[in-house]
């Protein structure tokens, strides 16, 4: 029995019969439209709908931390994408529904990519960060944004399947690359009528000319295809007694006995696909933000290159070890997390079972949206949201306490759906960035005038995430360092393999 009865839902929008809100809800920016909402309805919850779809809006850290880490049972399944199943989207697990499926799936990534085993991750970051990221970047410092995608990339495809990885243009990342942008095509919600009217999914697959079908099969074989081969490649080498630590080897290692093997061999073959699309996107943005951010405003990233030599030095490249002694870097990424928030609208979350919440009514099968965005632009907490301002973060030298920390709450989710890599993201933010700084001053490129190219922050909504709009800017080796002759102490040294970077 529902527990309704008179009951109001959420503060909405007047829509209109059948269609709800379907034609006042934008496409693209709906975060900033959310927030622009909350002013006018007066409440940080809210309700739309679109063609019987419920929508629940939560643009408050406080609230959705009540509804979604509080009542995870009831808030943590994934709204139910057509298209995107049939392209075998669903091998994804942050797109699963609830259940067990998603949570063995769960469960295989934290148990290889646990809190304990960061050591492990962090020493893969290092190595990528000095032996791919700066060399690039020195070498060919125009074409930065293709070389923090490699590297991204190339350690989220080594944490996984532990195949050498070439530092450009491995084969690897055409074939990923391809698969995923097919699949994003294809994804995108209103693309194809099955998304709206899924009943078309029942139409048997021999019916000719349907096209919705037709792509997706052509879609699943690239998905299968590009997922497919490193796994088979990582079980050959297991046999031949050669298989470098990844996610994938331990996984099939660890679930070499149990007695529904082949289950397990295809969760970990669909976890490790996963950990790919979780890493790539959102790592890529947040550093391109990092550097925007470092690109206008010389003067903070100055003083930010004068905490990591302080600590670091000048003769050598920094680890882990600095971490905790650079506040002032720490502020910085906190603010570059808030100022451009990853994934603005959040990953929806889907309930299981109504609900009531301060008195409104929320019903089962509501699509949740945590609107990262107007959490992280809450202008009472940060005041001018839009300038980006480190000093919000630190005082005197010392992290602020009494302030929602986006590295924490907010960017990463919430709840049993939360981001189970932030740790690792968080250690690769961390390492690029000081190395970064500590090698390179960034700066403005030049026009044929030799004026410097002024460039100002834009940032596009691609769907997920928010990523800076395309920029130019220069990495120039800082004068007093010997750039040239750390990277090549670094490529002397026998401290590393070089196998990684062989061919695949
Ligand atoms: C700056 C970098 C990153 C950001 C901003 C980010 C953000 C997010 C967000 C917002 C979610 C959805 C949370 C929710 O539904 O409440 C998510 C899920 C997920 N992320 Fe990340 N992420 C990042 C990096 C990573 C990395 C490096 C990995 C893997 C090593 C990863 C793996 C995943 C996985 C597997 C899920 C699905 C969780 C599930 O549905 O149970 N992410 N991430």
Not at 112 to 137: I, M, V, Y
Not at 226 to 232: L, N, T
Not at 271 to 295: C, D, N, P, R, W
Not at 363 to 386: C, Q, V, W
């Amino acid at each position: 029995r529902s527990v309704r009865r008179s009951l109001l839902l959420p503060p909405s929008l007047s829509g209109w019969p059948i269609v709800g809100n379907t034609f006042q809800l934008p496409l693209k920016y709906a975060y900033m439209f959310y927030q622009d909402l909350e002013k006018k309805l007066g409440s940080k919850i809210m309700y739309v709908e679109a063609l019987g779809q419920p929508f629940i809006v939560i643009n408050d850290a406080r609230i959705a931390s009540e509804l979604l880490d509080k009542r995870s049972a009831i808030y943590s399944s994934r709204p139910r994408l057509p298209m995107f199943e049939l392209i075998g989207g669903n091998q994804f697990f942050v797109l699963l529904p609830y259940g067990d499926e998603w949570r063995n799936q769960r469960r295989m990534f934290q148990q290889h990519f646990s809190k304990r085993s960061l050591p492990r991750e962090q020493e893969k970051a290092l190595e990528f960060t000095r032996k791919a990221l700066l060399p690039n970047l020195y070498k060919t410092p125009q074409s930065f944004p293709e070389h923090i995608k490699e590297y991204v990339c190339g350690m989220a495809l080594s944490m996984v399947y532990g195949l050498p990885i070439k530092r450009n243009h491995d084969p690897l990342f055409a074939s990923f690359d391809d698969a995923f942008n097919a699949a994003l095509v294809m994804a995108t919600p209103g693309k194809y009528l099955v998304d709206i009217f899924p009943f078309l999914n029942y139409i048997p697959d021999w019916v000719p000319g349907i096209p919705f079908k037709r792509d997706s099969w052509w879609c699943r074989e690239k998905l299968a295809k590009a997922f497919g081969e490193p796994f088979k490649v990582v079980q050959k080498n297991m046999e031949e007694d050669v298989a470098s630590e990844s996610f994938v080897s331990t996984s099939l290692e660890r679930y070499k006995n149990d007695p529904d093997y082949e289950v397990s061999e295809s969760y970990i073959r669909k976890a490790a696909s996963q950990v790919y699309e979780g890493a790539s996107g959102t790592t890529v943005v947040a550093l391109k933000t990092f550097i925007l951010a470092m690109l206008v405003h010389p003067e903070l990233q100055r003083k930010a290159q004068e905490e990591v030599d302080s600590v670091v030095g000048q003769d050598r490249l920094p680890d882990f070890s600095q971490r905790s002694r650079l506040p002032y870097l720490t502020a910085i990424l906190k603010e570059v997390l808030r100022w451009n928030p990853t994934v603005p609208s959040g990953v929806p979350h889907m309930t299981t079972a109504e609900d009531v919440y301060e008195g409104y009514y929320i019903p089962r099968g509501s699509m949740i949206l945590p609107n990262t965005y107007a959490m992280l632009h809450d202008e009472e907490m940060f005041p001018n949201p839009k300038v980006f301002n480190p000093d919000r973060f630190i005082k005197d030298g010392v992290l602020v306490e009494d302030i929602l920390d986006p590295m924490v709450t907010a960017t990463f989710g919430f709840g049993r759906r939360a981001c189970p890599g932030s740790h690792i993201a968080l250690a690769t933010f961390y390492i690029a960035t000081a190395s970064i700084l500590s090698l390179f001053d960034i700066s403005p490129e030049l026009d044929e005038n030799n004026n410097p190219i002024e460039v100002k922050p834009e940032f596009i909504d691609t769907g997920l995430t928010s990523e800076p709009s395309p920029f130019q800017c220069k990495f120039i080796p800082r004068s007093g360092k010997d750039a040239g002759g750390l990277l090549a102490g670094i490529w002397m040294s026998n401290i590393f393999d070089f196998s990684l970077y062989t061919e695949y």
